[in-house]
């Protein structure tokens, strides 16, 4: 059969599958002529199609838009269906691009990997941030505002990072002083915004006063069994660290876990502890 192509042969001189031809012949996008062996076969100029759909898929649309799109040409509004995929990638370049600066920060690049400590602390002002509070003493507290609020914000990971937040029963710097534990979800202001990420009324936003912050990278052994050891194990160094400064507690403490693989008994924790404190 002259100009006539397998659909192996024709496949592979596109750089696609025999996969990609068929599935694309599913939505009426391709027509190869079925010889009654059952053999496909492809015309030359049936390139120029699978070309487009290639092009096409590459930017982000579906095989249903596709075939809408090269089908029907004449009958949809292409220049609107460009600018709303366009619109689309926008908002995927918004978020890779947070998500890159959120992973530089994590792997040490932003600062330099060089110098970086297990532990560290400063005294400074953190960054407000928007917090949603899901969980008290190890219970979901859910509501149907909590549940949207969780789903919509589930597509900004890594950026909306696990929260804890601890109630405080005094100001002095001892575990023994710390009240119940809440859990949430949050996202630093600043990126939020720039992300226009969904708020509804359980979103809250915090803006945080002076605070010791205290950062960890380390592998500690953690038991998730017993809320009492786990709080030890996140506020004991850095409300020791206020007490060996004679720093009073000011407020709720905050604990945001970075990386926190808890598969095994022991695991590598990336978290930071903001402590309010007033000296």
């Given at each position: 059969m002259s100009g006539q192509?397998?659909?192996?042969?024709?496949?592979?001189?596109l750089g696609v599958s025999a996969g990609f031809l068929k599935h694309h012949e599913k939505y009426g996008l391709l027509k190869p002529y079925v010889a009654e062996s059952g053999y496909r076969y492809y015309e030359f100029h049936q390139a120029m199609l699978v070309v487009q759909c290639i092009r096409l898929q590459n930017m982000g649309f579906t095989s249903k838009e596709i075939a809408e799109l090269l089908n029907r040409t004449a009958s949809v509004d292409v220049e609107t269906l460009f600018e709303e995929k366009r619109e689309a990638i926008a908002e995927k370049y918004r978020l890779?691009?947070?998500?890159?600066?959120?992973?530089d920060e994590l792997s040490g690049r932003e600062n330099g990997a060089e110098g970086r400590?297990?532990?560290d602390w400063s005294i400074l002002r953190p960054e407000p941030f928007y917090y949603v509070e899901n969980a008290c003493d190890g219970r979901f507290t859910g509501s149907e505002g909590l549940y949207e609020a969780a789903f919509k914000w589930n597509e900004y990971m890594p950026m909306v990072e696990t929260c804890s937040r601890f109630e405080r029963m005094d100001s002095r710097p001892g575990t023994e002083s710390v009240g119940r534990w809440h859990m949430g979800l949050r996202i630093v202001k600043a990126v939020a915004d720039r992300l226009e990420i969904f708020?509804?009324?359980e979103v809250r936003l915090?803006?945080?006063k002076k605070c010791l912050v205290y950062h960890v990278r380390e592998r500690r052994k953690r038991n998730l069994g017993s809320p009492e050891s786990a709080v030890r194990a996140i506020l004991e160094k850095?409300?020791?660290i206020c007490a060996d400064h004679g720093f009073g507690v000011e407020g709720d403490i905050?604990?945001?876990q970075r990386f926190c693989s808890t598969a095994q008994d022991e695991n590598y924790m990336e978290e930071m502890v903001m402590i309010p404190v007033e000296r």
């Open positions: 192509y397998k659909i192996g042969e024709f496949a592979k001189n890779y691009r947070e998500m890159l600066r959120y992973m400590m297990e532990e708020s509804n009324e915090v803006e945080p850095p409300l020791g905050f604990s945001v």
